[in-house]
RNA sequence: GACUUCGUAGCUCAGCUGGUAGAGCAGCUGACUCUUAAUCAGCGGGUCGAGUGUUCGAGCCACUCCGAGGUCACCA
């Protein structure tokens, strides 16, 4: 139970028993009643001046700057930072002034909650800020908060720079840091702009099961568990995409969900072990009409987020105006390698890999190869959105089979930033045909694909009774997120991203 | 998993060819009733990530371990 406490820390708790023993409670029960936020100040007293003569707001204390029988403050709080006026004679207009010369001066600390009331004013040197005529302590911090200043320049001094501090401390990253509060308000922003197209066209937004006695939907090695009461072992979900598909089956026309995935696999700045992806499913649709939805639902979040279809990424600028550009996989190797692949069998694509300096092992398939060349020569190359359509059959197991293209299905995946976004189907509906490209992966999973999928009985069994043709289309929120906030790791997305345990 | 960089006060960092740690901010004491990186005077604060070794002597050199970042591989 003993815990090292550095001098300051002692300091802020010896403060919070002299708070006590003088009567005032550091942690107080009773509500805070407020009437304003610091934005809402600073955005229209101007021109409202005589609203705000009687005001009542908390926050935290940020900096002080102590003028002797008189202080300036900044109080930040869900909206941002307010200059505080604090003067002795205002806050103990009797002769007892222990509020102003002990309470507050002695005993509270940058990184104490507040609450104050008072009212605004302009300050000599045209700040808007609040003149405090009461004060009170909602929560006393027993931890020093790290200093951040800004110069008059604008550059930030003593700024948190440490990742691990920022990744594991959130908390404090939020505090010090508002533009990081502002990209997480971006992400729920994304989100809900994704709800809303989703919800004008009347899909329903469903759930289904995290944890799944067959991990099915995607190829990825999942986490285990163990369930006591049916003595089952169970798996976190890879993918939610089996049990969206059983709904369409029940009679939905359109159903999506935002939904936890969790894959048990290496962790870099694009992976962490669980991750969001929205799906959605509509019948009656195809991978074309897919297209053109995909194209409306980035564009308004886009437009959402930024009021421009335009996005700086790093470097670059990314415009999500419609139409995206779309191109086959086959044309897209075409163009970057000058090689045709589209009549070639295993061999000669294992050949082609050689030529190209492309690793291939030999429980890699057709698909697999072909895959393999368009990841090393094309992919990184579609940084503005590109559809790249018409995937292999051996690689897409839960794919409708082409409608013209021989060995091949209508398949689409989204490329942006040089990396997949979006992949999308014309959903497999043949109940026969899905039954045997289930057994085309067993065969994988024996030559020695770890990733190979397993057969899920009863999702065929659901085929079996009719699924509408349907079009399927999967997002990753995390990558969407990291685009459209210009962030480099998906760490930046995450408020916890995964970490190992501190020592 | 491989390679690589990093870990010093609450925060940001310095620390020479090895000689038992320093600054700014924050903290503490004091001055100052319109400041804004407020200012001024003074004072305290360290298991140098952990351990082992080399050495008369290690923050610094070697090795092991822990944690983090990056690159690559693997994977979607």
Request: proline share 5%; aromatic share 8%.
């Amino acid at each position: 139970m003993s815990q090292d406490l550095s001098e300051q820390e002692i300091i802020r708790r010896q403060k919070c028993e002299e708070l006590r023993n003088m009567g005032i409670d550091p942690y107080p029960a009773a509500l805070f009643e407020i009437n304003v936020f610091a934005r809402d100040i600073r955005e229209n007293y101007e021109r409202d001046k005589t609203s705000y003569k009687n005001i009542s707001i908390a926050g935290r204390i940020m900096s002080v700057r102590d003028m002797g029988k008189a202080c300036f403050a900044v109080l930040q709080d869900s909206t941002g930072r307010i200059q505080l006026y604090i003067r002795r004679d205002d806050i103990c207009p009797d002769e007892d002034k222990s509020l102003y010369d002990i309470v507050f001066k002695k005993l509270m600390d940058l990184g104490d909650i507040i609450g104050v009331k008072g009212y605004v004013f302009t300050t000599k040197t045209g700040e808007i800020s609040i003149h405090v005529t009461n004060l009170s302590l909602l929560s006393k911090a027993l931890r020093p908060l790290p200093v951040v200043t800004t110069d008059s320049e604008g550059v930030s001094h003593n700024d948190v720079t440490d990742p691990e501090f920022i990744y594991r401390q959130r908390y404090v990253n939020l505090i010090i840091n508002p533009e990081v509060r502002e990209r997480f308000r971006k992400r729920t922003q994304i989100v809900q702009s994704l709800r809303e197209t989703f919800n004008s066209k009347g899909y329903l937004e469903v759930e289904t099961p995290i944890l799944q006695p067959i991990p099915g939907g995607a190829a990825a090695r999942p986490f285990t568990t163990h369930h006591n009461a049916l003595d089952v072992p169970l798996y976190l979900r890879i993918a939610n995409e089996l049990y969206l598909k059983r709904l369409i089956v029940g009679g939905y026309d359109g159903v999506y969900e935002f939904a936890k995935d969790f894959r048990n696999e290496g962790m870099d700045r694009t992976h962490n072990p669980e991750f969001t992806v929205m799906e959605i499913y509509v019948a009656y649709k195809d991978y074309n009409w897919m297209m053109d939805f995909t194209e409306e639902m980035l564009e308004k979040v886009a437009l959402d987020l930024h009021g421009d279809t335009k996005v700086q990424v790093g470097e670059k600028t990314i415009d999500f105006q419609r139409p995206f550009k779309r191109i086959t996989m086959y044309d897209a190797i075409q163009e970057h390698t000058g090689i045709d692949i589209s009549a070639m069998d295993e061999n000669q694509l294992r050949d082609t890999c050689a030529k190209l300096g492309i690793h291939a092992d030999k429980s890699m398939g057709k698909g697999k190869l072909i895959d393999e060349i368009f990841g090393e020569k094309c992919e990184g190359n579609y940084i503005q959105p590109t559809f790249i359509t018409d995937y292999p059959l051996e690689m897409s197991p839960l794919c409708k089979k082409h409608r013209s293209k021989e060995g091949l299905v209508e398949r689409f995946e989204l490329m942006v930033n040089g990396k997949e976004l979006c992949n999308a189907y014309s959903e497999l509906n043949d109940p026969v045909d899905q039954r045997n490209r289930f057994e085309e992966q067993v065969k994988l999973m024996e030559r020695g694909d770890k990733e190979a999928m397993y057969i899920d009985t009863d999702f065929l069994r659901a085929l079996e009774y009719g699924m509408p043709p349907t079009s399927g289309m999967g997002i990753g929120i995390d990558r969407l997120a990291m685009i459209m906030t210009n962030v480099p790791s998906i760490q930046d997305v995450l408020f916890f991203p995964q970490m190992r345990p501190e020592a």
